[in-house]
């Protein structure tokens, strides 16, 4: 079975600062995508970024990006800039073509003035 | 955004009851999804459809029902409510084609079981 494993249950940073976070897989998978994906207090399930594990280059939006290393089975998320707004829980996950979505525990993230 | 709805959005009910949840979408979308989410252990999969009358198992089952008797509507229904299946209960359509933007959320039902 896939697991997702984010091994940070919660990180806090000053605005203006650069956060990561962390997350592993495992899967014998050879395609498949990941995704972060943002909750803020609100509820809301939001998609921050997404790869295709095909593709090495690393993703980028804005002030987010991902270091996806495949061999190592890892997808960071790294936060520049940070702001107010970010404060949320951050969900790592990962899924196959038309298949079901395995999701990490989650990181609370605290992003302090 | 995509119509998906979720209906109720908190709700508390008493041990030993039946409890449906639903989930309306407008997306002719095929697949559907039930999670729940707890602290400590992220969204888990509790059943799923690929189709009217076609729905599967997730990893945590016990005690839930589903059924989808039209492509727009999935009902999770809790046959007797427990203490431990208090948690917040999300439905998600696939996204894309073939996933690759993953699930688009509806916003939550958040369930007490007193």
């Known amino acids: 079975a896939q697991t997702v494993t984010q091994s940070q249950p919660e990180m806090s940073v000053q605005e203006a600062e650069t956060v990561t976070l962390s997350c592993t897989y495992d899967?014998?998978?050879?395609?498949?995508?990941l995704f972060w994906y943002k909750q803020p207090p609100s509820r809301q399930m939001i998609l921050v970024i997404r790869?295709?594990?095909?593709?090495?280059q690393n993703a980028t939006e804005n002030r987010f990006s991902v270091n996806f290393q495949k061999a190592a089975k890892s997808f960071s998320l790294k936060i520049s800039d940070s702001q107010l707004g970010d404060t949320a829980m951050y969900f790592c996950a990962w899924g196959t073509s038309y298949g079901k979505l395995t999701f990490g525990q989650g990181t609370i993230l605290t992003v302090h003035p | 955004d995509a119509g998906i709805t979720q209906s109720p959005r908190h709700k508390v009910t008493e041990t030993g009851t039946p409890v449906t949840l639903r989930c309306h979408q407008t997306?002719?979308?095929?697949?559907m999804y039930w999670y729940r989410q707890d602290p400590g252990h992220g969204l888990r999969l509790i059943h799923y459809?690929?189709?009217?009358?076609?729905?599967d198992k997730g990893e945590v089952s016990d005690g839930y029902s589903v059924s989808r008797s039209k492509t727009e509507d999935f009902l999770l229904t809790l046959e007797s409510a427990t203490s431990s299946q208090t948690s917040v209960y999300f439905c998600a359509l696939g996204s894309g084609t073939d996933h690759q933007y993953g699930y688009t959320f509806g916003s939550g039902t958040r369930l007490t079981v007193v």
């Open positions: 790869q295709e594990a095909y593709k090495q």
């Open positions: 899967t014998s998978e050879n395609n498949y995508y």
């Open positions: 997306e002719n979308h095929r697949y």
């Open positions: 459809s690929y189709g009217v009358k076609d729905t």
